[in-house]
Protein backbone atom coordinates (compact mmCIF):
# COMPACT_ATOMS: atom_id res chain seq x y z
CA UNK A 1 0.00 0.00 0.00
CA UNK A 2 3.10 2.67 0.82
CA UNK A 3 3.80 1.91 -2.94
CA UNK A 4 0.68 3.91 -3.37
CA UNK A 5 0.54 6.79 -1.77
CA UNK A 6 1.83 9.90 -2.47
CA UNK A 7 4.41 10.82 -0.36
CA UNK A 8 7.37 13.28 0.30
CA UNK A 9 9.82 13.04 2.61
CA UNK A 10 10.78 15.92 4.12
CA UNK A 11 14.04 14.37 6.27
CA UNK A 12 17.09 15.36 3.80
CA UNK A 13 19.61 12.48 2.46
CA UNK A 14 23.17 13.69 3.02
CA UNK A 15 24.07 10.43 1.11
CA UNK A 16 26.65 12.12 -1.37
CA UNK A 17 27.63 15.48 -0.01
CA UNK A 18 30.46 16.31 -2.49
CA UNK A 19 32.55 18.47 -4.71
CA UNK A 20 32.69 18.72 -8.89
CA UNK A 21 34.39 21.69 -9.96
CA UNK A 22 35.99 23.28 -12.77
CA UNK A 23 38.37 26.63 -12.00
CA UNK A 24 35.59 28.71 -11.09
CA UNK A 25 32.82 26.86 -11.43
CA UNK A 26 31.61 24.96 -8.53
CA UNK A 27 28.40 22.15 -8.17
CA UNK A 28 28.29 21.02 -4.29
CA UNK A 29 26.10 19.98 -1.83
CA UNK A 30 24.55 17.85 -4.06
CA UNK A 31 21.31 15.00 -2.26
CA UNK A 32 18.39 13.81 -2.91
CA UNK A 33 15.70 15.76 -0.91
CA UNK A 34 12.87 14.01 -1.44
CA UNK A 35 10.91 11.84 -3.36
CA UNK A 36 6.79 10.81 -4.55
CA UNK A 37 6.46 7.08 -5.16
CA UNK A 38 2.81 8.03 -7.18
CA UNK A 39 4.93 9.87 -9.96
CA UNK A 40 8.45 8.01 -9.70
CA UNK A 41 10.04 11.38 -8.84
CA UNK A 42 13.07 12.67 -7.22
CA UNK A 43 14.23 16.27 -5.74
CA UNK A 44 18.18 16.36 -6.76
CA UNK A 45 19.41 19.56 -4.30
CA UNK A 46 22.77 21.18 -5.33
CA UNK A 47 24.88 24.85 -5.16
CA UNK A 48 25.77 26.40 -7.91
CA UNK A 49 28.22 29.46 -8.67
CA UNK A 50 30.66 30.62 -11.13
CA UNK A 51 32.35 33.79 -12.24
CA UNK A 52 32.70 36.10 -14.78
CA UNK A 53 28.79 35.70 -16.05
CA UNK A 54 26.89 37.73 -17.64
CA UNK A 55 23.55 38.49 -20.16
CA UNK A 56 24.36 41.42 -22.81
CA UNK A 57 23.19 42.90 -25.84
CA UNK A 58 25.27 39.63 -27.57
CA UNK A 59 24.54 36.82 -25.58
CA UNK A 60 24.62 35.11 -22.93
CA UNK A 61 26.85 32.42 -21.14
CA UNK A 62 25.76 29.73 -18.92
CA UNK A 63 26.34 26.24 -17.18
CA UNK A 64 25.16 22.89 -18.44
CA UNK A 65 24.14 20.73 -15.27
CA UNK A 66 23.51 16.93 -15.52
CA UNK A 67 23.64 14.25 -12.96
CA UNK A 68 24.72 10.49 -12.46
CA UNK A 69 23.38 7.45 -10.20
CA UNK A 70 24.67 4.30 -8.77
CA UNK A 71 22.34 2.01 -9.77
CA UNK A 72 21.76 -1.26 -7.84
CA UNK A 73 24.61 -3.32 -9.37
CA UNK A 74 27.11 -0.22 -8.62
CA UNK A 75 27.16 1.33 -12.33
CA UNK A 76 26.77 5.02 -12.49
CA UNK A 77 24.00 5.80 -14.90
CA UNK A 78 22.50 9.28 -16.44
CA UNK A 79 19.60 11.03 -14.59
CA UNK A 80 16.67 11.55 -16.80
CA UNK A 81 15.01 14.45 -16.18
CA UNK A 82 11.06 14.55 -15.16
CA UNK A 83 10.09 17.58 -17.56
CA UNK A 84 11.35 19.85 -20.02
CA UNK A 85 10.83 23.64 -20.45
CA UNK A 86 8.57 23.20 -23.86
CA UNK A 87 9.85 26.30 -25.03
CA UNK A 88 13.23 27.81 -27.24
CA UNK A 89 15.71 29.44 -25.43
CA UNK A 90 15.02 32.81 -25.32
CA UNK A 91 17.08 34.40 -22.30
CA UNK A 92 14.14 34.23 -19.61
CA UNK A 93 13.39 32.11 -17.28
CA UNK A 94 11.66 28.91 -18.06
CA UNK A 95 12.06 26.86 -15.04
CA UNK A 96 9.78 23.96 -15.42
CA UNK A 97 7.09 23.33 -12.74
CA UNK A 98 8.42 21.46 -9.00
CA UNK A 99 12.34 22.46 -10.48
CA UNK A 100 13.63 25.43 -8.36
CA UNK A 101 16.62 27.64 -10.11
CA UNK A 102 17.37 28.55 -6.53
CA UNK A 103 17.66 32.08 -4.65
CA UNK A 104 19.96 34.01 -7.12
CA UNK A 105 17.18 36.45 -8.00
CA UNK A 106 18.54 36.97 -11.37
CA UNK A 107 19.29 33.21 -12.61
CA UNK A 108 17.11 31.53 -15.18
CA UNK A 109 17.06 27.89 -15.92
CA UNK A 110 15.98 26.00 -19.49
CA UNK A 111 15.32 22.38 -19.87
CA UNK A 112 15.94 21.26 -23.55
CA UNK A 113 13.36 18.56 -24.75
CA UNK A 114 15.99 15.61 -24.61
CA UNK A 115 16.03 16.08 -20.74
CA UNK A 116 19.59 14.73 -20.44
CA UNK A 117 20.50 17.94 -18.44
CA UNK A 118 19.43 21.88 -18.09
CA UNK A 119 21.04 25.11 -18.48
CA UNK A 120 21.49 27.80 -15.64
CA UNK A 121 21.78 31.48 -16.75
CA UNK A 122 22.05 34.98 -15.53
CA UNK A 123 19.01 36.60 -17.13
CA UNK A 124 20.28 40.14 -17.16
CA UNK A 125 23.91 41.68 -15.55
CA UNK A 126 26.70 40.41 -15.74
CA UNK A 127 29.02 39.00 -12.44
CA UNK A 128 29.49 36.22 -10.02
CA UNK A 129 26.51 34.13 -9.94
CA UNK A 130 26.11 31.91 -6.76
CA UNK A 131 22.97 30.18 -6.26
CA UNK A 132 21.80 27.41 -3.80
CA UNK A 133 18.94 24.98 -3.04
CA UNK A 134 18.66 24.77 -6.76
CA UNK A 135 16.36 21.95 -7.75
CA UNK A 136 15.69 19.41 -10.39
CA UNK A 137 13.42 16.70 -10.62
CA UNK A 138 14.72 13.30 -11.44
CA UNK A 139 12.18 10.63 -13.57
CA UNK A 140 13.75 7.97 -11.13
CA UNK A 141 10.86 5.47 -12.90
CA UNK A 142 12.14 6.14 -16.20
CA UNK A 143 15.51 4.97 -14.90
CA UNK A 144 14.56 1.35 -13.44
CA UNK A 145 15.11 2.56 -9.99
CA UNK A 146 12.46 0.81 -7.45
CA UNK A 147 11.37 2.66 -4.77
CA UNK A 148 12.91 0.47 -2.07
CA UNK A 149 16.17 1.45 -4.28
CA UNK A 150 15.35 5.41 -4.15
CA UNK A 151 16.19 5.31 -0.61
CA UNK A 152 19.93 4.70 -0.52
CA UNK A 153 20.77 5.93 -3.75
CA UNK A 154 23.94 7.92 -4.40
CA UNK A 155 23.80 10.99 -6.99
CA UNK A 156 26.64 13.25 -8.28
CA UNK A 157 25.68 16.90 -10.01
CA UNK A 158 28.27 18.08 -12.72
CA UNK A 159 28.20 21.03 -14.70
CA UNK A 160 30.36 22.14 -17.76
CA UNK A 161 30.50 26.25 -18.38
CA UNK A 162 28.95 26.97 -21.66
CA UNK A 163 28.29 30.14 -23.80
CA UNK A 164 24.91 30.39 -25.92
CA UNK A 165 25.84 31.30 -29.60
CA UNK A 166 22.66 32.98 -31.00
CA UNK A 167 21.09 32.47 -34.67
CA UNK A 168 22.63 34.95 -37.09
CA UNK A 169 24.83 34.65 -40.45
CA UNK A 170 28.39 34.65 -40.38
CA UNK A 171 31.13 34.28 -42.72
CA UNK A 172 33.66 31.00 -43.28
CA UNK A 173 37.25 31.89 -44.15
CA UNK A 174 39.55 34.67 -44.81
CA UNK A 175 38.83 38.02 -47.29
CA UNK A 176 41.73 36.93 -49.38
CA UNK A 177 40.41 33.83 -50.22
CA UNK A 178 42.87 31.34 -51.55
CA UNK A 179 45.56 33.94 -51.12
CA UNK A 180 44.77 33.53 -47.23
CA UNK A 181 45.54 30.61 -44.63
CA UNK A 182 46.22 27.19 -46.37
CA UNK A 183 43.16 25.77 -47.49
CA UNK A 184 40.89 27.90 -45.79
CA UNK A 185 37.01 28.89 -46.85
CA UNK A 186 36.44 31.20 -49.38
CA UNK A 187 33.43 32.28 -52.68
CA UNK A 188 34.82 30.80 -55.60
CA UNK A 189 36.53 32.21 -57.98
CA UNK A 190 38.11 34.36 -55.35
CA UNK A 191 35.45 36.74 -54.09
CA UNK A 192 36.35 36.82 -49.92
CA UNK A 193 34.74 34.98 -47.01
CA UNK A 194 31.81 32.85 -47.84
CA UNK A 195 28.89 34.03 -46.26
CA UNK A 196 26.43 31.43 -44.57
CA UNK A 197 23.16 32.69 -44.36
CA UNK A 198 20.83 29.36 -43.65
CA UNK A 199 21.60 25.81 -42.39
CA UNK A 200 20.10 25.19 -46.67
CA UNK A 201 22.62 22.87 -48.45
CA UNK A 202 25.83 24.42 -49.43
CA UNK A 203 27.67 23.34 -52.72
CA UNK A 204 31.49 23.01 -52.67
CA UNK A 205 32.65 23.28 -55.95
CA UNK A 206 34.53 25.30 -58.54
CA UNK A 207 31.61 27.24 -59.71
CA UNK A 208 31.00 31.44 -59.21
CA UNK A 209 29.48 32.22 -55.83
CA UNK A 210 30.18 28.69 -54.15
CA UNK A 211 32.08 27.57 -51.28
CA UNK A 212 35.42 26.77 -52.07
CA UNK A 213 38.63 25.34 -50.28
CA UNK A 214 41.71 24.97 -52.19
CA UNK A 215 44.10 21.08 -51.49
CA UNK A 216 47.51 21.52 -50.92
CA UNK A 217 47.57 18.18 -48.79
CA UNK A 218 45.00 15.36 -47.74
CA UNK A 219 43.98 16.48 -44.58
CA UNK A 220 42.42 19.49 -45.77
CA UNK A 221 39.33 17.63 -47.44
CA UNK A 222 38.67 14.69 -50.20
CA UNK A 223 37.69 15.62 -53.71
CA UNK A 224 35.32 17.87 -55.05
CA UNK A 225 32.40 18.62 -55.94
CA UNK A 226 30.36 17.98 -52.42
CA UNK A 227 27.31 19.32 -51.41
CA UNK A 228 27.29 20.19 -47.62
CA UNK A 229 23.90 18.67 -46.22
CA UNK A 230 21.00 20.54 -45.04
CA UNK A 231 21.19 18.52 -42.15
CA UNK A 232 24.79 19.10 -40.90
CA UNK A 233 25.06 22.26 -38.80
CA UNK A 234 26.34 25.25 -40.07
CA UNK A 235 26.69 27.34 -37.18
CA UNK A 236 23.51 29.52 -38.74
CA UNK A 237 21.06 28.27 -36.19
CA UNK A 238 21.06 28.47 -32.60
CA UNK A 239 23.95 26.47 -30.28
CA UNK A 240 25.99 26.28 -26.86
CA UNK A 241 29.47 25.71 -26.84
CA UNK A 242 32.20 25.09 -23.83
CA UNK A 243 33.65 28.43 -22.50
CA UNK A 244 37.03 26.54 -22.15
CA UNK A 245 38.19 23.58 -23.07
CA UNK A 246 37.75 20.48 -20.60
CA UNK A 247 39.74 20.38 -17.86
CA UNK A 248 41.64 17.76 -15.91
CA UNK A 249 39.46 17.42 -13.07
CA UNK A 250 36.13 17.23 -15.70
CA UNK A 251 38.22 14.46 -17.35
CA UNK A 252 38.55 12.60 -13.61
CA UNK A 253 34.97 12.92 -12.77
CA UNK A 254 34.15 11.17 -16.13
CA UNK A 255 36.83 8.16 -14.99
CA UNK A 256 35.98 8.12 -12.09
CA UNK A 257 32.24 7.10 -12.72
CA UNK A 258 33.41 4.24 -15.32
CA UNK A 259 33.60 0.40 -14.97
CA UNK A 260 37.25 -0.53 -14.99
CA UNK A 261 36.89 -1.94 -18.11
CA UNK A 262 35.21 1.32 -19.45
CA UNK A 263 38.14 2.93 -18.11
CA UNK A 264 40.60 0.78 -19.70
CA UNK A 265 39.75 2.44 -22.92
CA UNK A 266 39.60 5.67 -21.88
CA UNK A 267 43.28 6.22 -20.22
CA UNK A 268 46.65 5.05 -22.35
CA UNK A 269 48.22 3.31 -19.18
CA UNK A 270 47.68 -0.43 -18.83
CA UNK A 271 45.39 -0.31 -15.21
CA UNK A 272 44.26 -4.04 -14.96
CA UNK A 273 46.65 -5.07 -12.50
CA UNK A 274 46.80 -3.87 -8.55
CA UNK A 275 50.10 -1.75 -9.29
CA UNK A 276 49.90 0.84 -12.05
CA UNK A 277 53.64 1.34 -12.83
CA UNK A 278 53.17 4.44 -15.45
CA UNK A 279 50.32 5.91 -12.97
CA UNK A 280 50.12 9.41 -15.31
CA UNK A 281 47.49 7.61 -17.00
CA UNK A 282 46.94 9.30 -19.83
CA UNK A 283 50.61 9.23 -21.35
CA UNK A 284 51.78 6.02 -19.95
CA UNK A 285 54.54 7.01 -18.00
CA UNK A 286 55.48 7.17 -14.51
CA UNK A 287 56.50 11.33 -14.82
CA UNK A 288 54.70 14.03 -15.97
CA UNK A 289 54.68 14.89 -19.39
CA UNK A 290 53.56 18.05 -21.42
CA UNK A 291 51.83 19.10 -18.31
CA UNK A 292 49.14 16.05 -18.45
CA UNK A 293 48.28 15.61 -14.50
CA UNK A 294 45.77 13.18 -15.20
CA UNK A 295 47.13 10.22 -11.80
CA UNK A 296 46.05 7.53 -10.05
CA UNK A 297 47.45 5.62 -6.75
CA UNK A 298 50.63 3.29 -7.71
CA UNK A 299 49.44 0.44 -5.61
CA UNK A 300 46.21 -0.68 -3.87
CA UNK A 301 44.19 -0.75 -7.29
CA UNK A 302 42.75 -4.31 -7.24
CA UNK A 303 41.97 -5.77 -10.24
CA UNK A 304 38.19 -5.65 -11.10
CA UNK A 305 36.76 -2.31 -9.35
CA UNK A 306 36.91 0.99 -10.51
CA UNK A 307 40.46 2.62 -10.41
CA UNK A 308 40.18 6.09 -8.57
CA UNK A 309 41.71 9.00 -10.75
CA UNK A 310 43.00 12.53 -9.36
CA UNK A 311 44.69 15.24 -10.68
CA UNK A 312 46.72 18.33 -9.26
CA UNK A 313 46.19 20.83 -11.81
CA UNK A 314 41.91 20.83 -11.60
CA UNK A 315 41.33 23.87 -14.16
CA UNK A 316 44.65 22.77 -16.75
CA UNK A 317 43.10 22.28 -19.86
CA UNK A 318 43.26 18.21 -20.59
CA UNK A 319 45.43 16.74 -23.37
CA UNK A 320 46.42 13.80 -24.66
CA UNK A 321 42.74 12.62 -25.90
CA UNK A 322 41.83 10.39 -28.47
CA UNK A 323 38.61 11.09 -30.39
CA UNK A 324 36.91 8.45 -29.34
CA UNK A 325 37.78 9.98 -25.94
CA UNK A 326 36.49 12.97 -26.58
CA UNK A 327 32.81 11.39 -28.27
CA UNK A 328 32.66 8.87 -24.98
CA UNK A 329 32.66 12.08 -23.23
CA UNK A 330 30.08 13.66 -25.00
CA UNK A 331 27.80 10.98 -25.11
CA UNK A 332 28.37 10.40 -21.48
CA UNK A 333 27.43 14.18 -20.36
CA UNK A 334 24.57 14.39 -23.08
CA UNK A 335 25.96 16.91 -25.52
CA UNK A 336 27.71 16.76 -28.81
CA UNK A 337 30.94 17.48 -30.84
CA UNK A 338 30.80 20.82 -32.79
CA UNK A 339 31.42 21.23 -36.61
CA UNK A 340 34.42 23.07 -38.29
CA UNK A 341 31.40 25.69 -39.77
CA UNK A 342 30.05 26.18 -35.89
CA UNK A 343 33.68 26.62 -34.97
CA UNK A 344 34.46 29.69 -37.13
CA UNK A 345 30.93 31.04 -36.00
CA UNK A 346 31.95 30.64 -32.30
CA UNK A 347 34.91 32.96 -33.10
CA UNK A 348 33.84 35.83 -35.45
CA UNK A 349 30.25 36.25 -34.58
CA UNK A 350 28.28 37.88 -37.49
CA UNK A 351 31.28 40.48 -38.26
CA UNK A 352 32.70 41.39 -41.44
CA UNK A 353 36.33 39.20 -41.68
CA UNK A 354 39.79 40.33 -41.14
CA UNK A 355 42.70 39.61 -42.84
CA UNK A 356 44.76 36.74 -40.63
CA UNK A 357 42.97 37.25 -37.36
CA UNK A 358 42.67 35.02 -34.54
CA UNK A 359 39.97 33.83 -32.47
CA UNK A 360 39.75 37.74 -30.59
CA UNK A 361 39.19 39.55 -34.04
CA UNK A 362 42.59 41.06 -34.75
CA UNK A 363 46.23 39.81 -35.17
CA UNK A 364 47.43 41.24 -31.82
CA UNK A 365 49.10 38.50 -30.09
CA UNK A 366 51.34 37.66 -26.96
CA UNK A 367 52.32 34.27 -24.79
CA UNK A 368 52.77 33.60 -21.49
CA UNK A 369 55.99 33.11 -20.35
CA UNK A 370 55.09 32.18 -16.87
CA UNK A 371 52.44 32.11 -13.89
CA UNK A 372 52.01 34.25 -10.98
CA UNK A 373 50.29 31.79 -8.60
CA UNK A 374 49.50 28.11 -8.33
CA UNK A 375 50.17 26.65 -11.69
CA UNK A 376 46.40 24.97 -12.89
CA UNK A 377 44.37 26.01 -10.22
CA UNK A 378 42.14 28.40 -12.65
CA UNK A 379 43.34 31.60 -10.03
CA UNK A 380 46.97 31.87 -11.48
CA UNK A 381 47.87 35.10 -13.33
CA UNK A 382 49.71 35.52 -16.39
CA UNK A 383 53.25 36.78 -16.82
CA UNK A 384 54.36 38.97 -18.38
CA UNK A 385 52.03 41.57 -16.82
CA UNK A 386 51.67 44.04 -18.89
CA UNK A 387 51.06 44.52 -22.91
CA UNK A 388 49.28 42.21 -24.74
CA UNK A 389 49.75 38.51 -23.09
CA UNK A 390 46.15 36.78 -24.52
CA UNK A 391 47.00 33.44 -25.92
CA UNK A 392 49.32 29.66 -25.43
CA UNK A 393 51.58 29.14 -28.44
CA UNK A 394 54.97 29.49 -28.93
CA UNK A 395 55.93 26.73 -26.18
CA UNK A 396 58.51 24.07 -27.04
CA UNK A 397 59.11 22.50 -30.28
CA UNK A 398 56.35 22.17 -33.18
CA UNK A 399 56.17 18.23 -34.48
CA UNK A 400 57.09 19.69 -38.43
CA UNK A 401 60.11 22.12 -36.64
CA UNK A 402 61.23 18.65 -35.25
CA UNK A 403 60.79 16.67 -37.81
CA UNK A 404 63.09 19.71 -39.53
CA UNK A 405 65.73 18.99 -37.08
CA UNK A 406 64.90 21.39 -34.24
CA UNK A 407 66.08 20.15 -30.59
CA UNK A 408 66.26 23.46 -28.84
CA UNK A 409 63.39 25.82 -28.30
CA UNK A 410 63.13 29.31 -28.74
CA UNK A 411 60.98 29.26 -25.40
CA UNK A 412 62.71 27.06 -22.78
CA UNK A 413 59.72 26.82 -19.51
CA UNK A 414 56.77 25.16 -19.38
CA UNK A 415 55.23 22.79 -22.58
CA UNK A 416 51.99 22.05 -23.00
CA UNK A 417 48.13 23.57 -22.07
CA UNK A 418 47.32 26.39 -19.97
CA UNK A 419 44.21 26.97 -17.63
CA UNK A 420 41.64 28.63 -19.92
CA UNK A 421 40.88 31.34 -17.21
CA UNK A 422 44.46 32.26 -17.34
CA UNK A 423 44.05 35.50 -19.78
CA UNK A 424 41.29 36.75 -18.49
CA UNK A 425 41.89 36.61 -14.50
CA UNK A 426 44.12 40.03 -15.64
CA UNK A 427 43.43 43.46 -17.45
CA UNK A 428 46.62 44.51 -18.62
CA UNK A 429 46.21 48.79 -19.57
CA UNK A 430 46.27 49.77 -22.76
CA UNK A 431 44.49 46.37 -24.04
CA UNK A 432 41.11 46.29 -24.93
CA UNK A 433 39.32 43.57 -22.76
CA UNK A 434 38.31 41.23 -25.88
CA UNK A 435 42.45 41.11 -27.12
CA UNK A 436 43.37 41.20 -23.29
CA UNK A 437 41.41 37.78 -22.92
CA UNK A 438 41.79 36.31 -25.92
CA UNK A 439 37.70 36.20 -25.69
CA UNK A 440 35.62 35.02 -29.20
CA UNK A 441 33.17 37.65 -30.33
CA UNK A 442 30.59 35.65 -28.22
CA UNK A 443 33.53 35.30 -25.15
CA UNK A 444 34.60 31.51 -25.94
CA UNK A 445 38.06 31.54 -24.76
CA UNK A 446 41.08 29.58 -25.66
CA UNK A 447 39.40 29.18 -28.94
CA UNK A 448 43.01 30.12 -30.98
CA UNK A 449 46.24 28.55 -29.16
CA UNK A 450 46.74 26.09 -26.58
CA UNK A 451 45.06 22.80 -27.53
CA UNK A 452 43.73 21.60 -30.92
CA UNK A 453 39.62 22.51 -31.60
CA UNK A 454 38.78 18.86 -32.57
CA UNK A 455 35.78 19.50 -35.45
CA UNK A 456 33.67 17.46 -37.40
CA UNK A 457 34.69 18.31 -40.93
CA UNK A 458 33.33 19.12 -43.89
CA UNK A 459 35.91 17.86 -46.11
CA UNK A 460 34.80 13.53 -45.64
CA UNK A 461 31.72 11.97 -46.13
CA UNK A 462 31.46 10.81 -42.93
CA UNK A 463 31.71 14.21 -41.30
CA UNK A 464 29.31 15.33 -43.80
CA UNK A 465 26.98 12.58 -42.37
CA UNK A 466 26.91 14.87 -38.73
CA UNK A 467 23.06 15.57 -37.83
CA UNK A 468 24.03 17.47 -34.93
CA UNK A 469 22.57 14.05 -32.65
CA UNK A 470 23.44 14.52 -28.82
CA UNK A 471 24.54 11.59 -26.67
CA UNK A 472 22.35 9.87 -24.43
CA UNK A 473 24.27 10.10 -21.29
CA UNK A 474 25.63 6.52 -21.67
CA UNK A 475 28.16 4.07 -23.09
CA UNK A 476 28.72 1.12 -24.15
CA UNK A 477 30.41 -1.89 -22.11
CA UNK A 478 33.67 -1.06 -23.43
CA UNK A 479 33.45 2.68 -22.74
CA UNK A 480 32.64 4.28 -26.00
CA UNK A 481 30.01 6.15 -27.53
CA UNK A 482 26.83 4.67 -29.73
CA UNK A 483 25.62 8.18 -31.78
CA UNK A 484 25.41 6.46 -35.34
CA UNK A 485 26.13 9.75 -37.33
CA UNK A 486 28.96 10.72 -35.61
CA UNK A 487 32.67 9.77 -37.00
CA UNK A 488 33.88 6.95 -35.28
CA UNK A 489 36.83 5.57 -33.50
CA UNK A 490 39.12 5.83 -36.28
CA UNK A 491 38.74 9.68 -36.39
CA UNK A 492 37.85 9.34 -40.02
CA UNK A 493 34.81 12.54 -40.51
CA UNK A 494 36.69 14.82 -37.90
CA UNK A 495 39.80 17.28 -37.88
CA UNK A 496 41.70 19.73 -35.67
CA UNK A 497 41.38 23.34 -35.72
CA UNK A 498 42.68 26.88 -34.16
CA UNK A 499 46.42 25.99 -33.29
CA UNK A 500 47.62 24.55 -30.19
CA UNK A 501 49.92 25.75 -27.09
CA UNK A 502 53.68 24.37 -29.78
CA UNK A 503 52.61 26.64 -33.10
CA UNK A 504 55.07 29.00 -33.06
CA UNK A 505 53.76 31.70 -34.17
CA UNK A 506 50.35 34.25 -36.20
CA UNK A 507 50.70 31.77 -39.20
CA UNK A 508 49.13 29.19 -37.27
CA UNK A 509 47.09 30.55 -34.55
CA UNK A 510 45.11 32.00 -37.72
CA UNK A 511 41.43 30.79 -37.49
CA UNK A 512 40.50 30.41 -40.93
CA UNK A 513 43.43 28.05 -40.81
CA UNK A 514 42.23 24.24 -42.34
CA UNK A 515 45.35 23.01 -43.04
CA UNK A 516 44.49 20.14 -40.82
CA UNK A 517 40.70 19.87 -40.85
CA UNK A 518 40.02 16.70 -42.33
CA UNK A 519 43.42 14.73 -40.42
CA UNK A 520 40.98 11.80 -38.32
CA UNK A 521 44.35 11.96 -35.87
CA UNK A 522 42.23 8.98 -34.01
CA UNK A 523 45.37 8.45 -31.19
CA UNK A 524 45.88 10.56 -28.21
CA UNK A 525 48.20 13.41 -28.58
CA UNK A 526 50.06 16.02 -26.59
CA UNK A 527 48.02 18.70 -28.92
CA UNK A 528 44.35 16.85 -28.66
CA UNK A 529 42.21 18.24 -26.04
CA UNK A 530 38.59 18.58 -26.06
CA UNK A 531 35.56 21.12 -26.53
CA UNK A 532 31.51 19.84 -26.90
CA UNK A 533 28.46 21.70 -27.91
CA UNK A 534 24.86 21.43 -27.64
Known sequence: MRDRVLFSLTIIYLFFIQVSFAARLKVDNYFISEFNTLNKTAKIQFDVQWDNAWRNEVNCDGVYIFAKFKDSKGLWRHVSLAKESGVDFDYNDHTPPKFFKGNFSDLGMWVPKEKKGLFLFRTKGQGSVVSKNVQLIWDYGKDGVSDEEIINT??????????????????????????????????????????????????????????????????????TPFVIPKEFPKGYKVFWIMKYELTSQQYVDFLNTLTRRQQQNRVASDISKDEILNYYVLTNTNTERMRNTVVCAKRGNGTTEPVTFYTYAPARAVNFLSWSD??????????????????????????EPVIDECAWGTTDLGRADTFDGPDGSGYEKKVPNKGVVNCSYGSGIAPFEAAAGKTVPDNPGYEGPVSGELFENSQHEGVSPRVNSGASYYGVMNLSGNL???????????????????????????????????????????????????????????????????????????????????
Open 326 to 351: ITAYADWAGLRPISELEYEKACRGPL
Open 452 to 534: WERCITIGHPLGRQFKGSYGDGELDEDGFMNVSDWPGKDGAGAGNRGGVWSSPGLKYLRFALRFAANFPKAEDGKHAGCRLGY
Open 154 to 223: QVKVLGLEMVYIPQDKHYVGDPRGPNGPDNCFYTYPNNGAYLISSEEPILVDKKEGALYCDQDNERSRDD
